[in-house]
């Protein structure tokens, strides 16, 4: 973390979404894999597999990783598009809106899996 | 005796340009002109805009070398950026027909000629010249053989445009992403065993927009009129960005 400050801020995104995307992916092949080998294969054994501390907190990694990635992959999409370059005066209202909008999203999904997970 | 000269064949092209002269016209519009080119050989784009100027003196495009050196002709060739000079007539008609544009992103100065200065403004941040700091040497500064090898696929570069306005991350933001051209050369100089300013060079691309704003969507490598590849170029800097010791 002390050398991630130390970064710039391009370098530093780039490293923060791109772990983010790792992770996402490692918990989902996790989660495949479960499924695929058939130790989930009904209700009571997807509910057991959430009752477990460990598999608590990979799956809250898992939406902070979400939210983050999203945060910043949105970002860089919005400072593309909604821009007053593209969107003349209505470009920084737009940009606001947008950002809320996600940050609301995220809040909510994040909400919902806290409450489902505990 | 004299023998008879053959008559070549000619056969008819539509070329439909863009026109646009900001003291005159109140919006850019679109020129069909028709132009009866040989058929036992291939012509270049650009001798087929000479062609179409022979009819339409007013027309307006910049050319100088007339063979891929200078990098003053690109423009958008049916679709695609590229150099007049050195695209057969042959690849780039289609059905006949043949659709020039200026190179899009860029301000038109007239008809097919484009203000370059922000590509230019662009590549004088990466400051596309050797920089020394240690004393200088009694002889030249010497490169080895394979030194000089880094530099092949960089130096050639002969910033026709053709890539930074093919590179959608340079549309949105043409003043804070330097675009495939400026980053090449950058990339150029950080390669070059002779440079000593590596880190500032570096330091100087770290926020989110100077070489982040690259999402590897390789216009710039598909449309290089001189077969160069900015985007191994940006993933190279990237790269070193990430993994060097600060
Ligand atoms: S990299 Fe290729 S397309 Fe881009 S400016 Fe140089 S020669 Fe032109
Ligand atoms: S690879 Fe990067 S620089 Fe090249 S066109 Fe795509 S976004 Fe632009
Ligand atoms: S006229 Fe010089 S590159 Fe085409």
């Given at each position: 973390m002390t050398a991630m400050s130390k970064l710039g801020t391009g370098t530093r995104d780039f490293l923060i979404v791109r772990i983010c995307a790792l992770l996402m992916l490692l918990y989902s092949l996790y989660l495949l894999g479960y499924l695929i080998?058939?130790?989930?294969?009904?209700f009571a054994k997807w509910n057991s597999f959430f009752e477990s501390s460990l598999n608590k907190v990979l799956s809250l990694i898992f939406f902070a990783a979400f939210a983050v990635h999203t945060w910043f992959g949105t970002w860089a999409i919005a400072s593309d598009y909604l821009t007053p370059k593209i969107m003349g005066n209505f470009g920084s209202f737009a940009y606001i809106i947008f950002r809320v909008l996600v940050a609301a999203v995220i809040a909510l999904v994040l909400t919902w899996a806290i409450l489902i997970i505990f | 005796m004299s023998q008879a000269?053959?008559?070549?064949?000619?056969?008819?092209?539509?070329?439909?340009?863009y026109r646009y002269d900001p003291t005159l016209d109140e919006k850019p519009y679109m020129q069909d002109i028709v132009i009866e080119v040989p058929t036992d050989k291939d012509i270049m784009v650009l001798d087929a805009l000479h062609l179409a100027k022979d009819q339409e003196p007013s027309l307006s495009y910049r050319r100088s070398c007339r063979e891929g050196v200078c990098g003053s002709d690109g423009m958008n060739i049916n679709g695609k950026n590229g150099l007049a000079c050195v695209t057969p007539l042959s690849e780039a008609v289609k059905r006949n027909k043949l659709t020039l544009r200026p190179m899009p992103g860029l301000p038109v100065v007239r008809d097919?000629?484009?203000?370059?200065?922000?590509?230019?403004?662009?590549?004088?941040?990466?400051?596309?010249?050797?920089?020394?700091?240690?004393?200088?040497?009694?002889?030249e500064?010497?490169?080895?053989?394979?030194?000089?090898?880094?530099?092949?696929?960089?130096?050639?570069?002969?910033?026709?445009?053709?890539?930074?306005?093919?590179?959608?991350?340079?549309?949105?933001?043409?003043?804070?992403?330097?675009g495939p051209a400026a980053l090449l050369q950058s990339w150029r100089f950080i390669a070059d065993s002779r440079d000593e300013a590596t880190e500032e060079r570096l330091d100087a691309l770290e926020d989110s927009f100077s070489l982040y704003r690259c999402h590897g969507i390789m216009n710039c490598v598909s449309v290089c009129p001189k077969g160069l590849n900015p985007t191994e170029a940006i993933s190279n800097i990237r790269n070193k960005l990430i993994t060097r010791e600060k």
């Open positions: 080998t058939g130790e989930i294969n009904n | 000269i053959p008559v070549a064949q000619l056969k008819s092209v539509t070329m439909s340009i097919l000629i484009v203000d370059m200065k922000q590509f230019y403004d662009q590549l004088e941040k990466v400051k596309p010249y050797l920089i020394t700091k240690s004393d200088n040497p009694e002889t500064r010497t490169q080895s053989p394979e030194e000089r090898e880094e530099l092949d696929g960089l130096y050639e570069c002969i910033l026709c445009g053709c890539c930074s306005t093919s590179c959608p991350s340079f549309w949105w933001n043409p003043d804070k992403f330097l």
